[in-house]
């Protein structure tokens, strides 16, 4: 029996996106508008999974962690985050993706950091 082809995985490093003939490589996952995404900064830890969030449209959150990627996903004072904003009510949100050190860098070069998210 041959061997059988090997798949190739996804990772979780660059994405390419392709704009009218221009090649743009997205190291970051940025926020999705339509999915009520916004960025911010955790500001407080609450316990239980739960944590104040000063998101970049100005408002102060409270943020919490989606059961989904709670063990993944370890988040610390002053990092930076992405919250899916709730429909229901505007103080509350969930922390859906935590950035690492190297696509915070990249994040503030492309300009995506504004003042409410410095620390």
């Known amino acids: 029996m041959g061997k059988k082809p090997q798949r190739s995985r996804g990772s979780q490093g660059s994405r390419v996106r392709q704009q009218s003939g221009n090649i743009e490589v997205q190291r ?3 926020p999705v ?3 009520n995404e916004v960025l911010g900064i955790v500001v407080q830890i609450l316990g239980d999974d739960r944590m ?3 998101c970049a449209d100005g408002v102060e959150r409270q ?4 059961g989904k990627i709670k063990k993944r996903m ?3 004072l002053g990092d930076l985050v992405i919250v899916s ?3 229901f009510q505007d103080s509350h949100a969930d922390i ?5 050190e190297n696509e915070r860098t990249w994040l503030e070069r492309k300009g995506y950091i ?4 410095q620390p």
Do not use: C, P, Q, S
């Not at 943020?63 to 989606?66: A, F, L, S």
């Open 52 to 54: 104040r969030v000063r």
């Open 96 to 100: 859906v993706y935590r950035y690492r």
């Open 114 to 117: 504004n003042e409410f998210l």
């Open 63 to 66: 943020g919490r962690i989606r």
């Open 74 to 76: 370890w988040t610390r």
């Open 85 to 87: 904003k709730w429909d």
């Open 33 to 35: 508008a339509a999915d």
């Open 28 to 30: 970051a996952r940025t």
